[in-house]
């Protein structure tokens, strides 16, 4: 019986390799079909973030203060309600938010960890999402963040996001962000 064992646990394991090697790809594409997903399409499309931290209506709240010694906020923990508006003014049209919250995770620069719903409220893609979760190092010039997922139009959406920032104010620490977002997505 001992023998009997090692024996029948090969077959099946060859059994079950034989089967993975012989499985054709038609079965991912007729379970795309059943989940009602259509050709994937590819999107690019630029918005403006903007964080106001001053003033009395801030968008940015911190909710865990930072090291006390650290000059780069390390700890500092804020939620973000962000607007996001086609053009750089907070004037201009706003097509959804920016909700999440981002953390200062470096001591040696302020490199921060972004994970932030872009909840879109305008247009094609109202009702849908896309989520961010990535490094922003706040002082480069342009900061590349992954997409790992979206809703409604951006469903299984994957991807990233381009920031650089288009103003900066060292008083207030309020901030625009400019955001160019290449999504790919069914």
């Known amino acids: 019986m001992a023998r009997l064992f090692p024996?029948?646990?090969s077959q099946f394991i060859f059994f079950f390799l034989f089967i993975l090697a012989t499985a054709d790809d038609q079965s991912?594409?007729?379970d795309r079909k059943l989940l009602g997903l259509k050709k994937e399409k590819f999107s690019h499309f630029r918005l403006y973030w903007h964080d106001v931290v001053g003033g009395g209506n801030p968008t940015a709240v911190p909710v865990v203060p930072p090291k006390s010694n650290s000059s780069t906020a390390f700890g500092m923990i804020s939620v973000i309600d962000d607007p996001l508006t086609m053009g750089p003014e907070l004037s201009s049209k706003?097509?959804?938010k920016a909700q999440g919250f981002y953390s200062s995770a470096s001591q040696q620069?302020?490199?921060l960890l972004m994970a932030m719903n872009f909840a879109f409220m305008e247009?094609?893609?109202n009702g849908s999402t896309i989520t961010i979760l990535g490094r922003n190092t706040v002082f480069s010039k342009v900061r590349e963040m992954p997409v790992i997922g979206g809703s409604g139009v951006f469903r299984f959406a994957?991807?990233?996001v381009q920031a650089r920032t288009h103003r900066f104010d060292?008083?207030?620490g309020d901030a625009v962000?400019?955001?160019n977002c290449y999504v790919m997505h069914y």
Do not use: C, M, N, Q
């Open 109 to 111: 620069e302020v490199g």
């Open 177 to 179: 962000v400019e955001y």
């Open 28 to 30: 991912f594409v007729s």
């Open 94 to 96: 706003l097509v959804g």
């Open 170 to 172: 060292p008083t207030t």
């Open 123 to 125: 247009g094609k893609y």
């Open 158 to 160: 994957r991807g990233y």
């Open 7 to 9: 024996t029948i646990a």
